[in-house]
Structure formats: structure tokens, C-alpha cells
């Protein structure tokens, strides 16, 4: 069987910067309160009624592809993950394929949150291993800024999250040891509503309403924010260290591990916990914050072009969040 190997990474990032000052002006928060509990400084978020989730797809799409090489019409596949879908249906796969010229190549969108870029990562992987596809465009991409509740009822949540995208080219290799070495996906749903956006959706209702929308609605997100931070500290040690086991491998090992952009707190402490040098683990939640899906490509990206990232370096990817679902994915470069 093939190994997939990741032959091109893109990123994008809208224009706009929002400060944690500006949201001071916009609700009752402060700088101070958002770098203590979490690490950010700033984050992007689209020019409302501007740019659509899939426009920063493309961007992202578009230089993934730049940097593997090929054309959109060399792609088997697409597997597109987000939170924050243009639509309800159909998924966000289809937009990004009538964007580009692709193929009719099939489409699949991937809900699993924070998570949704390793599960997709993992499932690419598995059709590369089958030979049923060859190149496999992987994306990340989430538009939270304009689904944010700024009243009180959301503060907790509105300053975390902040909108863009990233991506990657997957194609197969016959060198043993190289590419993904393995993935590893877990849930627990039982705390399903833990971190959620509830509506619009049909869950025992009688009609969608515009209470949904109001501030404090089921329309915007709803976080125990405690409760997730708990979770998040053991499931991130947790898979990883399976990672490492499932490939005979021990923390020594890694050369970069690259954290899902939960929160610094969370990635500070697990960094702590598993007692890994500073160099050895990739951060930049502080100028984006939690992009969600696309958190962990655009680090991924901008970690390889700050040469953290060489031939045969050892990276260690890991998520934790809504669901609650977690993962991580071993790659020799
Ligand atoms: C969200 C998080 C930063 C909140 O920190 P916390 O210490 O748990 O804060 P709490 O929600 O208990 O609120 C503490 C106080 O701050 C207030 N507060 C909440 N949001 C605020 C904001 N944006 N600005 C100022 N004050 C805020 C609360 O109202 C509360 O005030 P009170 O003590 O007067 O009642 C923290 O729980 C966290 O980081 N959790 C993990 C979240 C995460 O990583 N999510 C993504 C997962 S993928």
C-alpha cells in the first residue's frame, strides 16, 4: 500500500485585522481579559456581505495547488471541512468545485469541527492507500466572524474565533517511512452541545424562528467553556502519545508538534505536560485565533516557511473540539 505524501499547502487569510481593541469598542470585553484566557491578540475577519467561506477556499485552494504544481483539473478528489457552511445544503464542496476547473470529481464535506481537518486528512489518506484516487485536495475553511453573537450572552465565544482557510495536495509515494504515517479519530457525543450551533437546525422543531436570531439566540454558538478546556488538555496528551505508540516512536521524536489553535492556554499546558521544548511546538492562534477547520493547515503552512519544517522532520498534528471529537496524524516529511 501507498503512502500519501503532502505535495502542496496554501493558505489565505482575509485582509481585514480585528484587534482585541477594536472589539473592545464592539462589546463588553477587554484586551487584557482575551491575551490572559487566551492567548489572542488579533484575528481576520471578512468584510461582512464581502467574501463567502468558499472565496477563501479558493485563495487557499489556489495556492496549495500553486505550491504542489498542478491544476485544479489534476484533482481526483475534495474534501472540504468547515463549521461554517455557506449553506445549509449542498456543502461547501460543490461551491469550491464550480470555482475552479475541476473535473465532475466528486465532492465530500467533512463536519467534524475543530477536528475536521485530521479527519479529512485521514480519509484522503484512505483513498490514496486504496489507489482509488491520486491527488486529493484537502481544505480547511471557516467564515465564523458574521455568525457571532457580540452581546454578552456569546463574549466568551466572539473573541475566540476568527475566519480563513488553508489546504493541501495529497498524492501517493512508494517510499516506506515517508508521508502520513498513520491517523488516529475519536469522538464522544455525549457532549455534543457542550460547544454547538444549535440552529437553523431541524432538530424536534415546528419552524425556524427569528428568536433564533436574537442575541443569546440558538442561532450562534454556545460553549461551556470550562468543560471544554478540561477535555481538551487529556485528549490532546492522549493522542498523541497513540500516535507515537502505533508507530514505535516517543516524544523525543518529534520535530514540530502542531496543536489545533484552540486557545494558547490549552497549548501551553499540554506543551507542559508532555515536557516539549518550545521549539518544538508551532503556535499562532495570537494573530488568527481559532480558525477551527482551517487552524491547523494555516499553521502547517506558515510553520514550513519559518523552515520549522525540513526534509524528514517529524510532525505531529492534534485537534480537540466541538463534537467532542479529537485526532492527531503523524507525518514524516
Ligand atoms: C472561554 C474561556 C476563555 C473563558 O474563560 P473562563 O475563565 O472559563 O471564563 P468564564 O466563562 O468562567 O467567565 C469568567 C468571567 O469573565 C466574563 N467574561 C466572559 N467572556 C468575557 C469577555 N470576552 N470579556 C470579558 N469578560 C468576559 C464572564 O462573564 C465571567 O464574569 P463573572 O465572573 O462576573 O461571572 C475558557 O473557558 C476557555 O478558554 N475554554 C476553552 C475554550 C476553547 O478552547 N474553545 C475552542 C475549542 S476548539
Not at 456581505?49 to 485563495?59: C, H, K, V
Not at 489518506?125 to 456569546?154: A, C, P, W
Not at 463574549?155 to 509515494?173: E, K, M, Q, Y
Request: charged share 20%; net charge negative; with cysteine.
Amino acid at each position: 500500500m501507498k503512502n500519501s505524501i503532502i505535495t502542496g499547502i496554501g493558505h489565505y487569510v482575509p485582509d481585514r485585522v480585528v484587534t482585541n481593541f477594536d472589539l473592545e469598542k464592539i462589546l463588553d470585553t477587554t484586551d487584557a481579559w482575551i491575551q490572559e484566557r487566551t492567548g489572542i491578540r488579533e484575528r481576520r475577519h471578512v468584510t461582512p456581505g464581502e467574501q463567502s467561506n468558499y472565496d477563501l477556499a479558493i485563495e487557499a485552494s489556489k495556492n496549495a495547488l500553486n505550491d504542489a504544481g498542478m491544476e485544479a483539473h489534476d484533482i481526483d478528489l475534495i474534501i472540504y471541512a468547515t463549521l461554517s457552511p455557506d449553506y445549509v445544503f449542498p456543502g461547501d464542496g460543490v461551491l469550491l468545485q464550480r470555482s475552479l476547473p475541476f473535473r465532475n470529481i466528486a465532492a465530500i464535506d467533512i463536519r467534524a469541527q475543530c477536528s475536521g481537518f485530521i479527519y479529512s486528512l485521514s480519509v484522503a489518506d484512505q483513498f490514496i492507500k486504496t489507489g482509488m484516487y491520486r491527488s486529493i485536495l484537502v481544505v480547511g475553511s471557516e467564515l465564523h466572524s458574521v455568525g457571532l453573537d457580540y452581546s454578552n450572552h456569546g463574549r466568551h465565544v466572539s473573541v475566540i474565533f476568527g475566519d480563513g482557510a488553508g489546504a493541501v495536495v495529497l498524492t501517493p509515494t512508494d517510499e516506506l517511512n515517508k508521508g502520513i504515517l498513520s491517523t488516529h479519530l475519536h469522538s464522544e457525543g455525549q457532549y455534543a452541545e457542550e460547544l454547538a450551533v444549535i440552529d437553523p437546525g431541524f432538530y424536534k422543531k415546528d419552524r425556524i424562528t427569528s428568536e433564533m436570531y436574537k442575541p443569546g439566540g440558538s442561532a450562534f454558538p454556545v460553549m461551556n467553556g470550562q468543560s471544554v478546556f478540561k477535555h481538551a488538555v487529556v485528549r490532546f496528551q492522549e493522542v498523541i502519545q497513540e500516535a507515537l505508540k502505533a508507530n514505535h516512536l516517543t516524544l523525543d521524536d518529534i520535530d514540530l508538534l502542531i496543536p489545533h489553535q484552540a486557545n494558547l492556554r490549552i497549548s501551553q499546558l499540554v506543551q507542559k505536560k508532555l515536557g516539549l521544548s518550545d521549539d518544538k511546538v508551532y503556535n499562532n492562534i495570537m494573530r488568527y485565533g481559532n480558525t477551527t477547520a482551517a487552524s491547523i493547515p494555516i499553521a502547517l503552512n506558515e510553520a514550513r516557511s519559518e523552515n520549522k519544517i525540513k526534509e524528514d522532520s517529524l510532525v505531529c498534528l492534534a485537534t480537540f473540539g466541538s463534537g467532542f471529537t479529537w485526532a492527531s496524524a503523524l507525518i514524516k516529511w
